[in-house]
């Protein structure tokens, strides 16, 4: 399985240590202002394993991101194919992280890891990601990573329920050209 490391971050494997971090992250309002619902435990402790066993098949999808200097868990960051049922395919990028680690830098830090894992070791022609039109702080992010935006391809997500989170906004990153 592989790992991805930044100077500051380490994307890794996940650990029964993760989950009550993970639960806290997922119940905070602030965090989940753009995400329909609120998880229970249970809930959350099945997307660790689905995001451990995609991990383990692939070698790639959504990894657990803690800080190097300090070894605490801040969230998750990774690449995973585009749910059937979307107006859209490929891999999408997503990221999520606990309040304390916002302002920061680690998502585009992060998230600049996964993409260039996704270019070198996957060949994948384009990386994706979505968010709701609101949510100015992934989207900031995304612009960051140099991925462009195009409202003709805003979308209703069909994963979400009716109400005012199920419109999405999709940004796009084509693989960089080589030099030369």
Known sequence: MTE???ERLLLRSW????????????TDPEVRRYLPGVPDRARTDAGI???QAGLDARGWGFWAVEVRATGVFVGFCGLDPVEEGQPFTGVEAGWR????????GYATEAARAVLDFGFAALDLPEILAVTAPGNRRSRAVMERLGMTYDPADDFDDPNVPEGPLRRSVLYRLPRPRAAG
């Open 4 to 6: 991805l490391g930044t």
């Open 15 to 26: 650990r029964e240590s993760d989950r009550a971090p993970w639960f806290a992250l997922n």
């Open 49 to 51: 394993d689905r995001f």
């Open 97 to 104: 992280l606990a309040r304390p680690a916002w302002g920061h």
